[in-house]
């Protein structure tokens, strides 16, 4: 198993719902987006986010606007068109679904383990059980 290429495809499949996060309360640079990205722990490269603004932007999900700024040429900012809110919607509903079913499961994977690493050898003692076993089976 390529666990590099899972941990790729885990990311991916949150990457357009966190942009859409950042986007959702209000106009949004680009930069800014891989400035908020990075701030959350989430590497973003340029090379990444402007193909899938563009493919947003295409499907109707993104509208933009140039803005013009005082440090070089003019920006371009991107907001949520209403077919966009709408697609958000359901991302965050099934964002919220994973997130539950996924605490749950991997919750539970914890409480076992500390379970496990808070058993003492002398709760648990097989060679004990064992051989008073073997004692009640003799008489």
């Given amino acids: 198993m390529n666990i590099e290429n899972t941990q790729s495809q885990m990311r991916k499949g949150v990457l357009e719902y966190c942009i859409l996060s950042i986007i959702r309360r209000g106009e949004a640079y680009p930069g800014d987006i891989i400035d908020e990205m990075k701030s959350a722990g989430l590497q973003l490269l340029e ?10 932007k295409n499907a109707e999900i993104l509208t933009y606007q140039w803005v013009e700024s ?14 966009g ?10 964002w919220q679904e994973l997130a539950t079913g996924v605490a749950t499961v991997t919750r539970q994977n914890q409480e076992q383990e500390q379970n496990q690493h808070s058993t003492s050898p002398q709760q648990i003692n097989f060679k004990n059980t064992d051989e008073s076993h073997e004692e009640s089976n003799q008489h």
């Fill in 47 to 56: 090379g990444t986010l402007y193909p899938l603004l563009n493919r947003l």
């Fill in 70 to 83: 005082t440090s070089g040429p003019p920006r371009k900012y991107f907001r949520l068109t209403e077919k």
């Fill in 85 to 94: 809110s709408k697609v958000y919607t359901l991302l965050e509903a099934t």
